[in-house]
């Protein structure tokens, strides 16, 4: 074995990249001061927000997406499900593509991504090449899922890893706090789709060239041996144990796969179905089972978000403090698992208010933050247990990993919520026709729609007719039929009986003799037919002829059933489009409304069963349950450090890794 570590030589072989060769070679030959080194991990953290913004902008406009491109719900899903399946296969090439440099990935992807955002997606006109250029951004994002965290694993420590990845995870959760934030204040004002992204474009292209012309990363040696952990532990292990450091850069793959690497990038993955169903389906779920806008929707995603970042960078500082990771992770996991528990009680209850999902969402998304930046921490640590140098291999592994995680979630849920597709596919226009036409359906539901069928086919069908009158006025069949018939034989005789007020008719039926009655009934037919009093005479004694005895039956149900046919008449006002869209959908959008809530609830308890099974997979991962052990063994490697500078330093042979140490 090699007694000299190559990685002694860096600045020979990469020689510090200007402002003009940083655009291609970003390598740097010596680890950055403190200044510089928390410039390169900001620009980390806000090109991924960046990014994120990017990928997360169709899940807030999805209602409109869902109306300009006519997508079933389905194939809305298809779109994030296709989406996380290609991210999975770029982020495991990534991790072979590690040489083309980590930053390079980084800088130019977002860049694509910007100019794709801002000048492709907005310019699709078919579900298709909309579906086409999601896949491109959601390449891009599988392949910055892996580079980015490696930066700011080289860029960190050990002993601080957790407070920058608390920082890094903060590109995920910001995106999506940035993309609700805007949506939540733009969609009213700009409910077009396209909108949305091309301010998303331009916001994002401004921070991709910032990227470009700042973004450096270490050079291969330095990260995959000085930059392990504090005081150049990767250095200091590898001479200490008599490893040949340039083995450790091969067979990566095969050294990640073991158990404490794949189980692990499993059940953070798993335990990220919640966080992913949110981000997707947020608006989705809170319109269709509590009828709330997408605009409230998202601002109700601004809690869960800002709840998340605050505790994200909260937890990294102060694990880092304590050197600990597990207890965090187990803690968190707790935390999101009660808040998720208290989450889908409320699914069934649909007069739950606004904020008090905030207060449930904000405590779940507590649990998650804390639980997830201690995990990222430690699982970069577990892989430098492993190797090192294959920090972007095990995060490739992660990734692929995470991606096909998402990608099976998102088909889950398409046959566990089948409701959310008749609902999503038919409920907006069917909210439509019935607020158009409120009173006319509430018609039809009293009627029936075979019996409104018959009366389609036959106006004149009677038997047809009563049912519809008797089911609106609530009166007999018999004073229905007795009423529809008269009505049926003496129309223009009842016509003229209703042109004369009650009192007076009241008083000429009881006493036809009455001339005071009679005169004014007369001047009453003519006034209404507009004929002279001869022609009005002519009509009421025509009139007479109608039993007494039926009519009394009319007059009292009269009035209740010109008012019923006056609804079936207002009925035939709805187009016959919509009549046969309501016609053919309405009872299957009621009994998905009904199944809805049930089938939310089961999905939920799906993501809470796999944040349970995270936990067990905390216990094979690397790092010290009690902060007293981690402390103890911080002191005894920097010890071993300080005895590692000395021996070194009274080795003529190795000035240069001396000076590296220093």
């Not at 990685?7 to 990469?14: D, I, M, T, V, Y």
């Not at 090439?93 to 991504?113: P, Q, S």
């Not at 073991?258 to 947020?282: E, R, W």
């Not at 909260?314 to 968190?332: C, E, H, N, Q, Y």
Request: glycine letters at 6%; a neutral charge.
């Amino acid at each position: 074995m090699s007694s000299t570590p190559t990685a002694a030589r860096p600045a020979a072989e990469f020689p510090p990249p200007t402002l003009v060769t940083g655009l291609w070679q970003r390598k740097l030959p010596h680890y950055p001061e403190t200044p510089a080194r928390s410039w390169y991990l900001f620009l980390v953290v806000v090109v991924s927000i960046a990014l994120y913004y990017q990928l997360f902008v169709s899940g807030a406009v999805g209602n409109q997406l869902i109306a300009y491109f006519h997508l079933t719900f389905r194939w809305f899903v298809m779109i994030f499900i296709i989406g996380a399946a290609f991210g999975a296969v770029a982020s495991v090439i990534t991790g072979a593509l590690d040489r083309w440099g980590r930053a390079n990935i980084v800088a130019y992807g977002t860049v694509i991504t910007s100019l794709l955002t801002l000048f492709a997606q907005p310019q699709c006109t078919s579900k298709e090449a909309f579906l086409a250029v999601y896949c491109a951004i959601s390449i891009v994002e599988g392949a910055v899922l892996v580079a980015t965290p490696a930066l700011v694993r080289d860029f960190s420590p050990q002993l601080d890893r957790a407070s920058a990845m608390g920082f890094w995870t903060l590109g995920p959760v910001l995106g999506a706090l940035v993309t609700t934030e805007i949506s939540t204040h733009t969609l009213d004002a700009h409910p077009d789709w396209q909108y949305h992204y091309r301010l998303s474009g331009v916001i994002c292209t401004v921070i991709s060239i910032v990227g470009l012309i700042g973004l450096r990363e270490l050079s291969p040696k330095l990260r995959d041996q000085i930059m392990v952990s504090l005081r150049d532990k990767a250095l200091v292990e590898a001479r200490a144990r008599g490893l040949d450091v340039d083995a450790l850069e091969r067979n990566q793959w095969r050294q990640m796969m073991h158990l404490d690497i794949l189980g692990s990038a499993l059940a953070i993955s798993i335990f990220l179905a919640f966080f992913y169903t949110i981000v997707s389906f947020l608006p989705v779920y809170m319109a269709t089972n509590f009828g709330f806008t997408a605009a409230q929707a998202n601002a109700l995603g601004n809690w869960y978000w800002i709840a998340s970042a605050i505790s994200l960078v909260l937890t990294g500082i102060v694990s880092d403090a304590l050197k600990v990771r597990k207890p965090f992770m187990v803690f968190g996991a707790v935390i999101s698992i009660i808040g998720g528990y208290v989450f889908l009680s409320y699914t069934d209850h649909p007069g739950t208010d606004y904020y008090t999902f905030a207060v449930v969402m904000s405590f779940t998304a507590v649990g998650s933050g804390i639980a997830y930046s201690t995990w990222m921490a430690s699982f970069t640590e577990t892989v430098e247990k492993r190797n090192p140098a294959a920090t972007a291999v095990g995060l490739a592994v992660w990734g692929g990993t995470l991606r096909t995680v998402v990608t099976f979630v998102l088909l889950g849920l398409l046959f566990v919520v089948t409701a959310a597709g008749t609902l999503v596919n038919y409920g907006p226009r069917l909210q439509t026709i019935n607020a158009k036409y409120h009173n006319e359906i509430q018609t039809i539901q009293t009627v029936g729609a075979d019996t409104l069928t018959a009366l389609g086919k036959n106006p004149n069908d009677e038997a047809a007719q009563v049912d519809a009158l008797v089911k609106l006025t609530g009166e007999s069949a018999a004073n229905v039929k007795t009423t529809v018939e008269l009505n049926a034989k003496y129309p223009d005789e009842l016509a003229t009986l209703q042109s004369i007020d009650q009192s007076t008719l009241v008083k000429l039926l009881t006493n036809p003799n009455d001339q005071a009655a009679a005169a004014s009934a007369v001047g009453q037919v003519a006034q209404k037919f507009k004929i002279p009093p001869d022609q009005a005479v002519a009509r009421i004694t025509a009139a007479e002829k109608v039993p007494v005895d039926q009519l009394a039956i009319a007059s009292q149900t009269g009035p209740a059933l010109t008012t019923a046919s006056a609804k079936l008449k207002a009925v035939s006002a709805i187009p016959t489009d919509d009549l046969a869209y309501l016609s053919a959908h309405g009872q299957e959008v009621q009994q998905a409304q009904a199944d809805s809530p049930k089938q939310w609830k089961r999905w939920w308890w799906i993501c809470l069963i796999a944040q349970i099974v995270f936990i067990p997979f905390v216990f094979i991962m690397a790092g010290h349950w009690s902060p007293k052990k981690a402390a103890q063994e911080a002191a005894e490697h920097d010890a071993a450090v300080q005895r590692e500078l000395a021996a070194m330093a009274g080795e003529p042979d190795h000035p240069d890794e001396v000076q590296l140490l220093k």
